[in-house]
């Protein structure tokens, strides 16, 4: 009888310790605007300084136009209701920042391009390439992160063959960069030399 009273409060006292919510944390102040910077782009090899694309950098405010349906009726004396009407509402909602980069030229041999950010935010950068039959040339590694993080691209050649006379460059590869409240955009654009390019 003692066991079982014993195992019983055990059990109850198991129960209430589970039951007690403990209070969810959030990231970071929600009431601060979101804030997203690329710092640098680098290379691992260190030849070619890609700072004229972040000094050269277009920006773009845009305001977002949102929009909600109203509906009304009109309800007459004798108990029924008139047509209903249905109006669409647009508002101006907040403003983003588009950073329109120029095009960064990759070199035609192997390498690794590094984009550093600076973020009081969750953000995003979808992975390159965004079909596998396309562009398998360039690809990023780091898809979705908080605050700041770096960017890591691998960059394959443009030939195994070094007497490789390719002279087209490659297919322009578009990156957005987006805060999570789509507030600040990044828009980079990549391409890779020919073989025949110094």
Not at 18 to 26: V, Y
Not at 128 to 135: E, N, Q, Y
């Amino acid at each position: 009888m003692n066991k079982l009273f014993v195992t019983l409060v055990s059990l109850y006292c198991l129960f209430w310790l589970a039951g007690c919510e403990e209070e969810k944390l959030e990231f970071g102040n929600k009431e601060l605007p979101s804030e997203l910077a690329i710092v640098s782009i680098t290379d691992s090899v260190g030849v070619y300084d890609y700072t004229y694309a972040l000094d050269n950098a277009e920006l773009t405010d845009s305001t977002y136009i949102r929009s909600y349906i109203k509906t009304d009726s009109l309800f007459l004396d004798d108990g029924t209701f008139d047509k209903l009407k249905k109006d669409t509402v647009y508002y101006e909602g907040e403003t983003a920042k588009l950073y329109t980069l120029p095009l960064i030229l990759l070199p035609k041999y192997k390498n690794r391009l590094y984009i550093r950010l600076q973020s009081n935010a969750r953000w995003t950068a979808p992975t390159i390439p965004f079909r596998s039959t396309r562009a398998t040339w360039i690809k990023n590694d780091i898809v979705a992160g908080i605050g700041d993080a770096i960017i890591d691209y691998n960059i394959n050649p443009r030939s195994s063959n070094p007497n490789s006379t390719v002279s087209t460059r490659r297919k322009v590869q578009t990156q957005y960069i987006i805060t999570r409240d789509s507030s600040v955009i990044y828009k980079i654009q990549y391409s890779q030399k020919s073989m025949i390019e110094e």
